[in-house]
């Protein structure tokens, strides 16, 4: 059992920058992939950025890749989203998630995750 708390949302200016955290509880998170969703008011989620049990591997959306970056520190069951030239379009709220058996960064629908945070509400003025 794994469970996932947000953290580090805000109301930042355009082209600013924030940076999320995913806080987990749970001896076996450090085996999970972590993947990190949005879901903006009226519009279906969106997948952001998922990255590996290891922290070796990611993979992003192309509307974040280059702005955004993912990592981990296992020592301390933390992955982490940095969010730099942050555009209004990238208001949401953000999710990060996890699936049993999941180890590599994927992409995702969502569908099939079975652990998430309650998410953290991030937005960014123009």
């Known amino acids: 059992q794994v469970q996932l708390v947000e953290s580090g949302g805000g109301l930042v200016q355009a082209g600013g920058s924030l940076r999320l955290s995913c806080a987990a509880s749970?001896?076996?998170?450090?085996?999970?992939?972590i993947t990190w969703f949005r879901q903006a008011p009226g519009k279906e989620r969106e997948f952001v950025a998922s990255?590996?049990?290891?922290?070796?591997?990611?993979v992003y959306a192309d509307s974040v890749k280059g702005r955004f970056t993912i990592s981990r520190d296992n020592a301390k069951n933390t992955v982490y989203l940095q969010m730099n030239s942050l555009k209004p379009e990238d208001t949401a709220v953000y999710y990060c998630?996890?699936?049993?058996?999941?180890?590599?960064?994927?992409?995702?629908?969502?569908?099939?995750?079975?652990?998430w945070g309650k998410g953290t509400l991030v937005t960014v003025s123009s």
């Open positions: 990255i590996s049990w290891t922290g070796g591997s990611n």
């Open positions: 749970g001896r076996s998170f450090s085996s999970y992939a």
């Open positions: 998630a996890a699936k049993r058996g999941l180890a590599r960064a994927a992409i995702s629908n969502g569908d099939g995750m079975d652990y």
